[in-house]
Nanobody, 127 residues
Framework: QVQLVESGGGLVQAGDSLRLSCSAS????????MAWFRQAPGKDREIVAS????????FYAHSVKGRFTISRDRVKNTLYLQMSSLKVEDTAVYYC????????????????????WGQGTQVTVSS
């Protein structure tokens, strides 16, 4: 059974940096896409970034492009999200997600395409 456990959230000030981690277990993830989603109060869950586990191709939401970097450590089976120049509007619960059967190239953007989810970690950015 695939399990995803996020860590690294917290309270920071606008302009600060923060790194989220997602420890993945239960699979080799060789045919997966992994992603970070977020959900702010009263808003729908939205994709932040995704990465093809084998090929390394990435996708970023327009709102975070140039500020956030998604990466993975295939030995440690860990997904990361390095967040810089944080804004108040980045405040949300951040979720790690995994989609199986993606192949070595594809990226996936819709939450209903993902099969496994972590429990979420809160990121709060104060002004």
């Amino acid at each position: 059974q695939v399990q995803l456990v996020e860590s690294g959230g917290g309270l920071v000030q606008a302009g600060d940096s923060l790194r989220l981690s997602c420890s993945a277990s239960g699979s080799t993830f060789n045919n997966y896409v992994m992603a970070w989603f977020r959900q702010a109060p009263g808003k729908d869950r939205e994709i932040v970034a995704s990465i093809n586990w084998i090929g390394g191709t990435t996708f970023y939401a327009h709102s975070v492009k140039g500020r956030f970097t998604i990466s993975r450590d295939r030995v440690k089976n860990t997904l990361y999200l390095q967040m810089s120049s944080l804004k108040v509007e980045d405040t949300a619960v951040y979720y790690c997600a995994a989609a199986r059967g993606a192949g070595p190239v594809r990226n996936l953007y819709q939450s209903d395409e993902y099969h496994y989810w972590g429990q979420g970690t809160q990121v709060t950015v104060s002004s």
